[in-house]
């Protein structure tokens, strides 16, 4: 997803992706998709959700990409995790056949490209006593941890 990438017929990706998703993986972010959140400190900013870039990632490639976690830690009230985001792209065979009867034909091997990425996330912690739990308690680890699992993907795409 991009604000504005302009997709070049001679760029590498096209004989192994073809035209066709290679415009599509880089057209511009639909503006439903962009959100705005209060920042640290004054302002706002802009982002898309990790959900959309699933979705994004499902309807370009299917079944041919994955995400994982591949370190991850806890330091000053952050989790920090490097994610990996991998492709495979399959081989295949390109034949051209020119008017005058002659053929081109161009092998592809598959391959996968792999992208990491820094993620992080605040560790979320009750702000006063409550019935169950006493002020500065982690609310949700897990949660905290798939943030900055997201915040890696959507760093990787």
């Known amino acids: ?20 998703l290679v415009e599509k993986l880089t057209e511009k972010t639909p503006k439903e998709w962009i959100e705005e959140r209060p920042g640290r400190g004054p302002g706002k900013f802009k982002y898309v959700a990790g959900n959309h870039f699933v979705q994004k990632l499902n309807e370009c ?16 009230g ?38 990491e990425q820094f993620g992080s996330s605040d560790i979320k912690r009750y702000a006063s006593d409550t019935k169950d739990h006493k002020k500065g308690d982690m609310i949700d680890l897990g949660d905290d941890y798939k943030g900055m699992a997201t915040d890696a993907m959507k760093a990787c795409g």
């Open 1 to 20: 997803m991009s604000e504005d990438l302009e997709v070049r017929k001679d760029s590498p990706a096209v004989p192994y992706l073809g035209m066709d």
């Open 61 to 76: 490639l299917g079944i041919l990409w994955s995400f994982r976690v591949r370190d991850a830690f806890e330091k000053d």
């Open 78 to 115: 952050q989790i920090v995790g490097v994610g990996q985001v991998s492709v495979k792209i399959p081989g295949r065979t390109l034949i051209r056949e020119y008017p005058d009867g002659t053929k081109d034909t161009t092998i592809f091997e598959g391959l996968e490209i792999v992208k």
